[in-house]
């Protein structure tokens, strides 16, 4: 009897402690997390189920949508006294002088749509941190992202189910286990969003950075998978590490790795560490924020696209979902219990990290007109970063820096309109990161692109100098609008200068005016116009609001517009000469599919819907004879399509059409007749036999990953309009030869002026053509060698697309 009491007792003891709470994941969702995959819809439901079952503890918030109209969420997690109060522990965290001693983990999941088990382990860690890992809440505040690529993680899992979803095979061969084009793995725009945290060139990235530089927390954990053969990877990161990375932020990895591997040990999971995964490019899950001064560390499962719900692995063990579910699992509540357990040192080293800014430079200048300048300030604000600018007011003093364009350090004095970028500031590691003349690398051997320098990516002439410079107060620069419009001038002349200018020109055009184009730069009341600056003739738009127009574009676009009052100018030629020429509206189609690289297809798609706001079409190969006779250009990305073989699309590029031809893509037409492109060949330095431990370190030498040269350029050239100069971003090694005078090249005996060139190719870059065009029949071939919208951050190298879709033979 006594012990029927104890029992009734208990289990009342027992729904006490649970609450009112019977929610399970299980029970929610129909299955055990792990068992099946979870559509985003879902998971979205199943966070805001959490919210209302545990709402002292969690709080769901909706922080936009993705471009295929999913929603993008985080979920705050800690004690029910800290939610209460979430905006103040925010603002204690930032403050100078903070009085909580929280630590603040972000935790981010799914970045890549295909490596799966991160949202399924997302779920799980919420509701485990919820339930039996509560007390870790104690000295910490979660911020959980459940899914960084809802829709690319959608696109994986319809993928899965259409094949997988009755039965599961097994075997890596079958259909289930081999993704079609293009993959789970990227976002709607084929883009790797784990390359675009500092640029957020993605919608995803921009709401999720914009979030995250709201918060700076301590601790930042990118989950991901990688080949199903593999075993897990979890910190310290391998070399090179960026200089910048401070000593604690690479003890801090030891620390949490020892943690990760002492349940590893337990259950018998094999993992690894130091190896492949390196802190260098800035626009990664863990640089990003690492260079933000938090812990920032990439975990690895083995999984990813192949692995569906099971799959047998190479050496004959089943992977399984659930398996995958539960090593994250593992190291997101680790890293919880190891930094709840270090809150103090955390918050302590935080504020050390933000105190001492002492890098190389100080102040970072930049130079340009307003048009120029526009996209860079736009990208510093994306960051958080801060900038002067030199106004009237600002005393003007004299100063000497290195400068970006000499390569040298030189003398200068402060202009109008300088822009001043310290380190002294919140972000001043990311400045240093991004302004950089050049990055030192701890070992050579690194995965991605070794230098980003932003003055040159932005063609900004600029200086970096290590005092500090002041001007007044930070604002948000707005150009000079006070230009109006009016009966009585002739025409508008607008110089073409950046992407600014491009959208402008597409805006107008669509709006129906008809914009020309001087192709040889004239001067008019003693103001030079340089070649490709546009005209907006009143006489050639009779029939629509002209100048009102013209005043309602200039000021949305913040576009410099001079008035005209004459046709005749000073010197040049006449607004009705020859070399004024109408700009056209080219109909635009991209190819897509199979035998194209995604990423390269996604680049060009997303430039033209996202940037310059001008529509194209996708086109599958298949229906690409269909598609001619309604485009006037062609772009084909990088990948394995026969150009020369396909005679339907040679006969457009005779009969006038313009291929657009970038990258990789090049290859196809290398060498075949009448294409205008060669390989130029020259003699492998001799290399010593190497041993197999070092075959992977020898081949770097061969190699250019993503290296910035100093090009010479052909000015009178269409394709060259609105550039005083320009850096390419050199993403391979091989020197080809463009028939005629290529547009911009490699200066003799070029040297690259940051990134790392392996030494046997070194030489071979002198003279290396960049870009140009050959004539095909009664059309045109554009070159577009190094990829100029990689990845979407190449500022400068855009306005060379825009020019050659626009001006380039026409
Ligand atoms: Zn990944």
Not at 238 to 263: C, L, M, S
Not at 780 to 793: A, K, M
Request: glycine share 8%; hydrophobic share 40%.
């Amino acid at each position: 009897m006594k012990k029927y009491y104890l029992f009734l007792a208990m289990s009342f003891l027992t729904l006490q402690l649970l609450g009112q709470n019977t929610f399970t994941p299980q029970q929610f969702l129909g299955y055990s997390i792990g068992e099946q995959f979870t559509r985003h819809h879902r998971v979205v439901d199943y966070f805001f189920a959490l919210e209302k079952a545990f709402p002292e503890n969690i709080k769901v918030v909706k922080t936009g949508q993705t471009y295929e109209k999913r929603d993008l969420l985080l979920a705050f997690i800690g004690t029910s006294e800290n939610l209460k109060r979430l905006e103040e522990i925010r603002q204690q965290h930032l403050s100078q002088d903070p009085k909580e001693n929280l630590a603040i983990v972000w935790l981010s999941y799914n970045v890549h749509g295909n490596e799966s088990s991160g949202t399924e382990a997302a779920m799980q860690t919420a509701y485990r941190l919820l339930t039996d890992k509560i007390g870790y809440l104690d000295n910490t505040v979660v911020i959980m992202d459940p899914c960084l690529n809802p829709d690319g993680r959608d696109r994986y899992v319809n993928f899965y189910y259409q094949y997988g979803a009755n039965s599961i095979d097994l075997q890596r061969f079958s259909a289930s286990h081999n993704e079609s084009w293009p993959g789970g793995r990227p976002n709607h725009y084929l883009f790797d969003l784990n390359r675009d945290w500092a640029w957020m060139t993605q919608i995803e990235s921009s709401i999720r950075v914009q979030q995250y530089n709201g918060w700076l927390p301590h601790v930042h954990v990118d989950f991901h998978e990688q080949g199903i053969n593999e075993p897990y990877y979890f910190p310290p990161a391998a070399e090179p590490y960026h200089e910048v990375i401070t000593d604690w932020q690479r003890e801090f990895q030891n620390e949490i790795g020892k943690n990760h591997a002492g349940y590893f040990d337990k259950a018998g999971w094999l993992y690894f560490s130091k190896e492949i995964f390196d802190l260098l490019y800035p626009s990664y899950g863990d640089t990003y924020p690492t260079y933000s001064g938090s812990i920032g560390m990439t975990y690895e499962q083995g999984g990813s696209g192949r692995a569906g719900l099971a799959v047998i692995t190479q050496v004959g063990d089943t992977l399984r979902l659930a398996d995958r579910v539960a090593h994250h699992v593992t190291t997101g509540l680790s890293t919880v219990e190891t930094s709840a357990r270090n809150a103090q040192k955390l918050v302590a080293e935080y504020q050390k990290f933000r105190k001492s800014k002492n890098y190389a430079y100080q102040t970072f200048v930049l130079r340009g007109t307003f048009a120029q300048l526009e996209p860079a300030l736009e990208l510093l604000k994306k960051n958080n970063i801060e900038w002067e600018k030199v106004t009237a007011s600002t005393q003007i003093v004299s100063s000497k820096g290195f400068h970006y364009k000499t390569g040298v350090v030189e003398p200068f004095k402060l202009q109008m309109g300088d822009i001043l970028v310290s380190t002294q500031q919140e972000k001043g590691t990311l400045v240093s990161v991004l302004f950089e003349p050049r990055t030192k690398l701890s070992d050579s051997l690194t995965y991605d692109i070794t230098a980003w320098t932003l003055p040159h990516a932005y063609a900004l002439d600029g200086y970096a100098v290590t005092t500090e410079l002041k001007a007044t107060q930070n604002l948000l620069e707005q150009a000079p609008s006070t230009f109006i419009a009016a009966e009585g001038f002739v025409a508008y002349a607008v110089r073409w200068e950046s992407m600014l200018t491009a959208r402008f020109l597409n805006a107008i055009q669509l709006a129906g005016m008809k914009v020309y184009f001087h192709e040889k730069g004239f001067s008019f009341k003693g103001i030079t116009y340089a070649p490709g600056t546009l005209l907006l003739i009143a006489g050639e738009n009779k029939n629509i609001d002209f100048h009102d127009l013209v005043n309602d574009y200039a000021r949305r676009y913040s576009v410099d517009i001079q008035a005209m009052s004459s046709g005749m100018v000073e010197s040049g030629a006449d607004l009705g000469s020859s070399s004024v020429k109408m700009v056209p509206n080219p109909r635009v189609g991209i190819l897509a599919g199979d035998n194209f690289s995604s990423l390269n297809v996604g680049e060009i798609w997303h430039f033209f819907e996202q940037q310059l706001n001008k529509p194209a079409h996708l086109i599958f190969e298949d229906d690409l004879s269909a598609a001619l006779a309604s485009l006037d250009v062609l772009f084909v990305p990088e990948g394995r399509f026969d150009i020369a073989g396909n005679t339907a699309l040679t006969r457009w590029v005779r009969e006038g059409g313009k291929l657009i031809v970038s990258g990789g893509a090049v290859d196809a037409l290398e060498g075949e007749q009448g294409f205008g492109l060669s390989r130029t060949e020259s003699p492998i330095i001799g290399s010593e036999p190497v041993g197999y431990a070092n075959q992977e370190r020898d081949q770097i030498s061969d190699n250019i990953i993503g290296a910035i040269y100093p090009c010479n350029i052909d000015k009178s050239n269409p394709m060259a309009f609105g550039y005083d100069f320009y850096y390419t971003l050199r993403q391979g090694a091989t020197v080809y030869e463009i028939e005629g005078k290529p547009v911009f090249e490699l200066q003799k005996n070029a040297q690259a002026v940051n990134g790392f060139v392996g030494a046997r190719v070194k030489e071979q870059q002198s003279g290396a053509d960049i870009a140009g065009s050959v004539q095909y029949g009664r059309g045109t071939i554009v070159y577009l060698i190094d990829n100029p919208l990689f990845r979407g951050f190449w500022e400068s190298g855009k306005l060379m697309v825009v020019n050659s879709i626009y001006f380039v033979n026409e």
